[in-house]
């Protein structure tokens, strides 16, 4: 005689739920006997099957546990262990909540590796886990980003896998276009594809205006700023190489329309009359440019002094297109870089104490740009550090400086 439980008609009334959920997105299979994995879910594109697969385990309850956030509920350990030691697609465990039929995932096999919690309680039968009351499954189409992200996710956790994952994607892009090279890397499950044209390779690019005020807007952030941005397939339109027109069917598609060359710049203070008064300050990083504006960024993020940078040219009624003042700039000091090393050891400190010790208050910060040796482009920009700030860093310079005077004086390392 078969007796069906209470908690065994929740459970299957959670099943239903989640299936009613995921029916709008994948392509649901009840797993018969469904021995720790209840469903197997194919995510879907424009109603097609991608062979993008994953498993679900649900459990269902009338009195969830919320606290800070977190939804609490206990699983068996031997499933858990399974799902990190045997299965190699992503398995999500859903908790639903009965009285408001909404369900919470979690990404079982990362959280599993992530956390090390079955090793840490190794001796229990059950674990209680903690799922972000976030975690809805009811945004599907976060939840099934996450499900997509999750393929080289486990791609990663069995190398093997990944190895031939690699080449399947290979081939797949190289018989799109044989005019390119391809190259397939997974780094922190997200999927790198680099098409490299052997040749010259003419396209369109149609951007669909019309009234859309927010994408004029990105079009001078990608042209006249050369900044990187989003685009939805709603927006834009490639045309030409069947690799390009490829690109149409993602749901984001980052551009990058600027030039970029490596330079040196050099900070000076200077006078009144623009005469360097102090030992220049150098830092080596990349222009990138667009049609109205150059940034500047730095190379190296451990320097006690550093700073990003936005020019923009000049129009065409200028004098000269090699000095103006039209710097926007942010500068963030950081000694700590500093720290474990010996005062005699401390790198750039020579040329950052001869600049704090010649601003004042009314000083002009002279940057000079150079490519090779070549000047690019100089410009000004006013003391941008307040008289306090100034005076500190002055005083911790000269303290430096009489330390270094000491040490070498009575032969100290």
């Known amino acids: 005689m078969t007796t069906i439980t209470r908690s065994s008609k929740i459970g299957e009334k959670a099943e239903k739920i989640v299936d009613e959920i995921l029916t709008a997105c994948c392509k649901v299979r009840k797993e ?108 599907t189409l976060t939840f099934i980003r996450i499900a997509d992200s999750a393929q080289n996710y486990m791609l990663e956790l069995w190398p093997a896998s990944l190895h031939a994952a690699a080449a399947a994607e290979k081939k797949k892009w190289s018989e799109l276009d044989e005019r390119f090279d391809i190259s397939v890397e997974y780094h922190n499950s997200t999927t790198n594809i680099k098409c490299t044209a052997r040749e010259e390779m003419p396209f369109q690019l149609h951007f669909k205006l019309g009234d859309n005020q927010n994408l004029r807007e990105k079009l001078i952030a990608l042209f006249d700023q050369g900044r990187r ?137 002279s940057m000079t740009y150079e490519q090779d040796g070549n000047r690019l482009i100089r410009g000004y920009m006013l003391n941008p550090f307040e008289e306090s700030f100034i005076n500190n860093i002055a005083g911790f310079c000269s303290l430096i400086e009489k330390i270094r005077f000491i040490s070498k004086y009575l032969n100290l390392v």
């Open 32 to 139: 018969v006997p469904d021995v720790h994995i209840d469903f197997i879910a194919e995510i879907e594109e424009d109603g097609e099957p991608t062979g993008k697969r994953f498993g679900v385990q649900v459990k269902g309850t009338e009195n969830p546990k919320i606290k800070n956030g977190l939804v609490k509920f206990s699983f068996e350990a031997k499933s858990l262990r399974y799902y990190i030691n045997k299965v190699k697609f992503p398995v999500f465990l859903i908790v639903v909540d009965m009285k408001n039929r909404e369900g919470y995932w979690l990404f079982t096999q990362k959280f599993l590796k992530e956390t090390s919690i079955l090793e840490k309680r190794k001796e229990q039968k059950k674990i209680s886990i903690n799922i972000p009351q976030e975690n809805k499954i009811s945004d």
């Open 229 to 365: 941005v989003e685009f939805a397939p709603q927006e834009i339109q490639f045309a030409g190489s069947p690799i390009l027109q490829k690109l149409n069917e993602f749901p984001l598609i980052a551009i990058e329309a600027s030039n970029r060359r490596d330079v040196e710049l050099f900070l000076t203070v200077v006078d009144h009359e623009g005469r360097d008064i102090s030992k220049p300050y150098r830092i080596d990083g990349v222009f990138v440019s667009g049609r109205k504006e150059v940034r500047f960024v730095s190379k190296k993020q451990n320097l006690p002094l550093n700073l990003s940078l936005t020019i923009v040219y000049p129009d065409s009624s200028a004098s000269s297109k090699e000095e103006y003042e039209q710097h926007v700039g942010d500068f963030n000091f950081n000694d700590t870089v500093w720290e474990g090393k010996s005062f005699n050891e401390l790198q750039y400190f020579d040329s950052l104490s001869a600049l704090f010790h010649s601003l004042k208050a009314d000083s002009k910060i």
